[in-house]
């Protein structure tokens, strides 16, 4: 008895362990004028469920390489722009695009397709480079959007 105790124990703190380093990536997320490429690619990811909540920036970054989404030159702590956000969105989320989209996949018709459903803010075009903030906000917006479909 006071075996499984002692396990329950330690589940519930690792999971807590790993809750509270979520809520830390978050909030170091959140404060970012410039998102941190990794880990806007991370939140994307398990906020698409193709990774766990469990995972790095630098697995994540891995998952895309293989995925060859077109970003390989950014690297863990680059910058992200509205563009790549949008097109990083539309891909994980699986997003079919309009006739453009479609034609000429990338992030410039993300962006377009995405600020067209009002997941993505218009403001400054596809190449500005977005906050942890707005990383969030779309986010939040493009889960809400999914699960009303």
Known sequence: ??????????????????YSQSNEMLDTLMGEKKADFGKTVLLVLTGAGILKDTAKPTEALKYIRTKQWGFKNKTENS??????LA?????????????MYTLFPGPRYAYRELTYLG????????????????????????LNWKEGK
């Open 119 to 142: 997941l993505l803010s218009t403001s400054g075009g596809p190449y500005r480079e977005v906050s942890g903030q707005e990383v969030i906000n779309t986010l939040s917006k493009v």
């Open 79 to 84: 910058p992200i722009n509205a563009g790549e």
């Open 1 to 18: 008895m006071k075996r499984r105790v002692l396990i329950l124990g330690a589940l519930v703190l690792s999971l807590l362990n790993l």
């Open 87 to 99: 097109y990083l969105i539309m891909k994980a989320f699986k997003i079919r695009g309009g006739l």
